[in-house]
């Protein structure tokens, strides 16, 4: 009898030993990418960091830190997801994925734009991000896009300026109006606000006796937008004959 109950326990032992599962990483790895395509990323993310914390040489492996990154992509968590693509950066910063994470990045910033009345901090984050994919990167497939992008950005940025010029122009604050315009003009060339930001340097400069000035916005004005010619023109007539 007492031989038996020392056997028992061993037989007990033996079978719970033969039911644990190894951990096997292709497996694991096979289960996150599933759960990637299926779109159920924080389970695909879960997946990702067992895969590595439990294969200590997969820790930094370029692809599982590029897919944990995009988990949090997909999820909208663009904080989360713009510190792991940094990261996969600074391990990985000649790896054929590379620019795509850069372009990551700027996508993570660009996601978070706010309105014009906003400050653009997010906005210009986007587009310093953006140009760095074509100097980076310039034989890389993203530069195209980063280039349509950053001039998103810059559009974006230049509304910003002339949100805050008209205010200034309407409390009569025509100098600093005229600061922002003239900021628009110089680093925004050619920005879907140019019409109206040389419409309003006419009128502040105007304001400000600068006639000279005045004349030369509204003339470019009417040259460039044929579709201001009439209105244009008709301040351009009444400064002439002062």
């Given at each position: 009898m007492k031989k038996i109950l020392i056997i028992l326990p061993l037989i007990v032992i033996a079978a719970c030993a033969a039911k644990?599962?190894?951990f096997d990483p292709v497996?694991?790895?096979?289960?996150?990418?599933?759960?990637?395509?299926?779109?159920?990323?924080e389970k695909a993310r879960?997946?990702?960091?067992?895969?590595?914390?439990?294969?200590?040489?997969?820790?930094?492996?370029?692809?599982?830190?590029?897919?944990?990154?995009?988990?949090?992509?997909?999820?909208e968590k663009y904080d989360e997801a713009q510190v792991e693509y940094q990261a996969f950066l600074n391990f990985h910063p000649v790896h054929r994925d590379a620019p795509y994470a850069q372009f990551q990045i700027a996508l993570c910033s660009f996601k978070q734009m706010s309105t014009i009345d906003r400050d653009p901090e997010l906005t210009r984050a986007a587009?310093?991000?953006f140009?760095?994919?074509?100097s980076k990167y310039p034989k890389?497939?993203?530069?195209?896009?980063?280039?349509?992008?950053a001039a998103i950005c810059r559009d974006r940025l230049a509304e910003y300026e002339l949100y805050v010029a008209r205010f200034y122009?309407?409390?009569?604050s025509y100098k600093s109006a005229l600061g922002r315009l003239e900021g628009i003009v110089k680093n925004y060339p050619s920005s879907l606000s140019e019409k109206d930001t040389l419409y309003y340097m006419g009128l502040a400069y105007r304001e400000i006796g600068e006639r000279a000035r005045a004349l030369d916005a509204l003339?470019?004005?009417?040259?460039?937008?044929?579709?201001m010619s009439e209105t244009a023109g008709s301040l351009i007539s009444k400064l002439r004959t002062r």
């Open positions: 644990e599962v190894t497996a694991k790895f096979k289960e996150a990418e599933t759960y990637m395509h299926k779109e159920s990323f879960k997946a990702y960091q067992e895969l590595q914390e439990k294969s200590p040489d997969r820790s930094y492996d370029a692809d599982i830190m590029l897919r944990v990154a995009d988990t949090y992509y997909g999820e587009l310093k991000e140009e760095k994919l074509p890389a497939p993203y530069v195209e896009q980063a280039k349509k992008y122009y309407k409390k009569g003339e470019t004005l009417a040259r460039k937008y044929p579709s």
